[in-house]
């Protein structure tokens, strides 16, 4: 099946500071890429759906200006978490597929904000 | 508002018997339903899925099943295997819209 990569695994960061997350699709091309949030014991929430060459989607209640997105290529979407807070704390995953349907999800980032 | 709710968070069951997974869901206009397993430190993998105008999808040793009246859908495995240890989500769909997921049940299979 195909393959979506995320990369750091795992970030730590001090409060205050950026961090980028990064999701590629290894062996295809994705002009959508979904970016998840999940909490412990809470279901993945939807954060913002990610399109190449144009601005992402967000959910209600997502600051937008907080998770920069930016999908610049058809194999890249990148996640960056501008002045995090320990709150910020969470695991993000990214998806990636030919339909919303047929998603493929990456490992997942574990963030860490201390 | 937890449109989608697993309320089971774990179950154990030992190799060979079934093991029923269940979903409850409160939009009643959603119209597309999946199953996703994941395993640690790895992403939820499509498992099998099912469209609102039908009550039961089959595939191999899993099926779902849907209720629309009761708003409720299962996954059932026949035979279970220590291999299906792993956490499973259920999620829902309305009009090819966003797919919006549930709490995840950790399934345990016993050897």
Redesign the interface.
Known sequence: GAVVSQHPSWVICKSGTSVKIECRSLDFQATTMFWYRQFPKQSLMLMATSNEGSKATYEQGVEKDKFLINHASLTLSTLTVTSAHPEDSSFYICSAGQNLYEQYFGPGTRLTVT | D?Q?KQNS?SLSVQEGRISILNCDYTNSMFD?F?W?KKYP??????LI?ISSIKDKNEDGRFTVFLNKSAKHLSLHIVPSQPGDSAVY?CAA?QG?????????TKLQVIP
């Not at chain 2, 430190?41 to 499509?46: C, D, K, M, Q, R």
């Not at chain 2, 966003?98 to 995840?104: R, S």
């Open positions: 937890q989608v968070p597309y999946l996703y430190a790895e992403g939820p993998t499509f899925s989500f769909s090819y819209q966003k797919v919006t997921f549930g709490t995840g």
